[in-house]
């Protein structure tokens, strides 16, 4: 439900330069998911009429993954003047003239911190009637953090940066979270009296408390227990941390959901991933993009899947899958490698050494080793035998192999593509099929077995094969001679 008297302003135009990187910081992603977009996520499901994105830094790239996660996002453009201060007020200059309601101040580095969080600040910020109400935590080492001090009554007197403040008030472990609730009003007449007067140049948001309490204002700082929902992302570092963090309790929500993880240091499984009860997660998996996996599959170990849909009961080890479909109680792998386009009916089975690629294989259908079957269709019930290759490329276009029911193929077989093999066909063992196949055929390469008797001593002599035959062949000849010796005289 939207509600009217509630914006959303999200600061996302830093540069980033401790990130030291071509990719704007607030694109790096975390759980799959661009920083921003856990923010937008965040700013969406608090229901607000309006929800503003300032950028400056690589504007076009931000802007573009901005309205990807979030269509409606109104976007602010910060101009040359610096500072947290200058960005909120391009935001609250991009919201309609009339807004005169309360403005939710979000960072785009910021991805952990939840609705339900924001939310119990705008309840706060709202029912004591605050001109401003922020975020705090308390950290081991608050060391580069601007402090919440406070009265002896427990009441808001001040945010004081981490370079300006003395000895005693370092010792403060409640730092500044850099999460804001202003009324609109109090957000635009503070901002406008905030100076720029720091060896910065800069115009801070922090500068806007102490605005609002020497004009009388009402301010409150809500602390927080849980310092990872406010965790900005500087560097390579804390991009790392905050990841594993993210993980763990994504893994630790699932298994509380019915899902076994049977070593969660190994697994990765990102935001969009849906799981089914009893499930098994193996060692050595990543589960990532929008994969969905049923009940009863076991994935793993060493299996990555991408975007993939895994039916009841599957069984998938150590295989690599991309944009991809298993039946239920279909089996994948070791070392498979499903690439985009790949169905696997139910039932069916892709083995070791398999390539697939934009193809279909029937319910119960087989292809169990050593194979490439890529722009195919493999009717239900059909066996590949080892080492089959579709030979889907003419050096121009791609063509498809479509194999029907029932069908037997013999090893090492090679389907030159555009070809159809007809329902209970069989083919030999190394067979080119280049013509189609009738049901119920046998298809062979008539090409008889010639023996060239004493090539390799007569073309190789001396050596280890030469030296091998030519004992094979004199033992040969010693008990044929044995044998004939041995033979009773005929009467």
């Known amino acids: 439900m939207t509600e009217s008297n509630l914006a959303v302003v999200i600061l996302a135009a830093g540069q980033g330069t401790r990130m030291k990187s071509a990719t704007p910081k607030v694109l790096h992603r975390l759980g799959g998911v661009p920083l921003i977009g856990h923010v937008l996520h965040t700013a969406a499901e608090l229901g607000p009429a309006h929800v503003v994105a300032v950028v400056r830094h690589d504007r076009d790239r931000v802007v573009e993954a901005i309205l990807e996660f979030a269509p409606t996002t109104i976007i602010a453009d910060q101009d ?67 402090r919440i001090i406070r009265a002896h009554d427990g009441t808001f007197e001040a945010i004081v940066e981490h370079k300006d403040a003395s000895d005693e008030q ?175 009916g139910v039932g069916a089975k892709v083995g070791t050494f398999v390539e697939t690629k934009n193809s279909t294989l029937g319910e119960g259908a087989k292809v169990p080793h050593l194979s490439y079957i890529g722009d195919a269709e493999i009717g239900a019930g059909s066996n590949i035998g080892a080492g089959a290759i579709t030979a889907n490329y003419d050096g121009q276009h791609k063509h498809r192999t479509t194999v029907g029911r029932d069908v037997k193929i013999g090893s090492d077989n090679v389907f030159v593509a555009p070809v159809t093999v007809g329902d209970g066909a069989y083919s030999g063992a190394g067979t080119t099929i280049r013509k189609d196949v009738p049901a119920g055929a046998l298809a062979v390469n008539a090409s008889p077995q010639r023996n060239l008797e004493g090539w390799v001593v007569k073309n190789r002599p001396g050596t280890a094969a030469a030296i091998a035959a030519e004992g094979a062949t004199q033992a040969a000849k010693q008990a044929a001679d044995q044998a004939t010796e041995a033979a009773p005289e005929s009467e």
Not at 251 to 273: A, K, N, Q, S
């Open 170 to 344: 370092r010792r403060v472990s409640e730092i500044n979270a850099g999460v804001y609730a202003f009324t609109v009003k109090s957000a635009r007449a503070s901002l406008a009296k905030v100076k720029m007067a720091n060896a910065q140049g800069e115009k801070y948001l922090t500068d806007t408390a102490a605005v609002i309490k020497a004009d009388g204002g009402r301010i409150a700082a809500v602390a927080i227990t849980d310092p990872w929902l406010v965790q900005g992302i500087n560097d390579r570092a804390q991009l790392g941390a905050t990841a594993r963090e993210y993980n763990r309790r994504i893994l630790d929500y699932w298994m509380r959901e019915g899902v076994t993880i049977i070593d969660p240091d190994t697994t990765i499984i990102e935001r969009d991933v849906t799981l089914g009860q009893d499930v098994e997660i193996q060692p050595g998996t990543q589960l990532r993009g929008a994969t969905t996996v049923a009940s009863g599959a076991i994935i793993g170990p060493d299996t990555t899947l991408v975007d993939c849909e895994v039916g009841e009961d599957a069984v998938i080890k150590r295989t690599d899958a991309t944009l991809s479909v298993i039946g239920a109680k279909a089996t994948v792998g070791p070392w498979s490698y499903l690439r985009p386009n790949s169905v696997i």
């Open 80 to 146: 040359e003047v610096p500072g947290t201060g200058r960005a909120l007020e391009a935001g609250l200059d991009a919201l309609p003239a009339d807004f005169d309601g309360d403005v939710v101040v979000l960072s785009g580095d910021v991805p952990l911190l939840d609705s339900v969080t924001v939310g119990r600040l705008i309840e706060t910020h709202r029912d004591d009637r605050d001109d401003l109400t922020l975020l705090s935590a308390f950290y081991d080492d608050p060391t580069g953090f601007g």
